[in-house]
């Protein structure tokens, strides 16, 4: 795996022209009036982008209220885009993340220039270089990414769905710098805990997606961790996997695998405690029946074992009163005689008046 520098990684923030570089990329425009041209964008900025008709060309600025759409959504194709993007987004498919980061940071580089465009693939690029950089667990590479200039194209360049996961990136690199920052920051995130909700051990958090509760409970797991308050950090393990298991695999394993470490260091284990073990083998015969075992470490391998729990003894039947009549089989009515039908309802077909 290759080695990511946060000097390398900070270099797709750089200006163009401090990079020494003049790019272009070929773009198909859709305008209110004057057809559909093809040219090449060789800068942009909030107002519109530099269009050149021919490569190298003298560019011309075309403001955005001369293309057809609305917001963000305007017609502007980026030829390049999926050819661009192609390398990288095979890298990340493969969890390859660490490569992936290299191969996204390279384009939002490269492509610099096209940041000031509505939906431009490198500020897309620029996104999953920090999204790689997290899964990767390079959380301390993200910070300088996450506080860039250029990362505010992310929030007001692409469609809403990417601003929201960005918030989460945020949190995700004070993770890689300070906790006591991390902890701060998450109580926005959680209710209030006032009347009944002061007898928990640790805040709700509030009403959100799961995968977004998922990642709350991961990173407040690692700050009480880090307050050496294992018990809450390992409830918020559980409740971390539980949510992700089905829609964020890497997470799931990644609180799976934190959820072991201390539960491999109670010293009950060592004490071969029953309940304690039963524990420690739920989790690691769950992981090895999700992940499998090849990468799992050899401590825990001993546990990925499916857990013999007590059956619970079957209760006890009551036994009458010395000298009392046993209760009678059925609802207790004597044989022969039909149940007395519902208040107000005829009585059943056959059944005799008295």
Known sequence: MKTISTLLLGAALMPLALQGQVRETPVTLGLLEGGNPQGY????????????????????????DKIRGEGIEKL???EERAEVLGTPRALFAAGQYAE?????????????FILGGPQNFASEALFYQIESLKRAGLYVAMAPLVN?????????KLVPSYARHFEFHRLWAILGQDVAALK???????????GDAKLLKSPNFKKLPPIEVS???????????AEGAKDKALEDYYRCF????????????????????IQKEDPRIAQENKPAINQMQSIAYLYSRRFGTDGMPAEFKAFAVKPVLPKPAPPAEEKPADGAAPAPAGDGKAKGEAPAAPEGAAPAEGAKAK
């Open 148 to 156: 860039s200039p250029a990362a505010a194209t992310i929030t007001t």
């Open 76 to 78: 502007i194709r980026f």
């Open 242 to 261: 539980t949510l992700a298991y089905g829609n964020d695999v890497l997470l799931s394993k990644l609180a799976m695998g934190a959820a072991m470490l």
């Open 215 to 225: 990642q709350l409970a991961f990173l407040r797991a690692k700050v009480y961790e």
């Open 41 to 64: 964008v060789q800068n942009s900025n909030d107002q519109g982008i530099l269009f050149a008709t021919a490569p190298g060309g003298a560019g011309q600025m075309v403001t955005y």
């Open 184 to 194: 701060t920051a998450l109580e926005t995130y959680q209710e209030p805990q006032t």
């Open 100 to 112: 992936a980061a290299e191969a996204f940071g390279k384009v939002a580089r490269d492509y610099a």
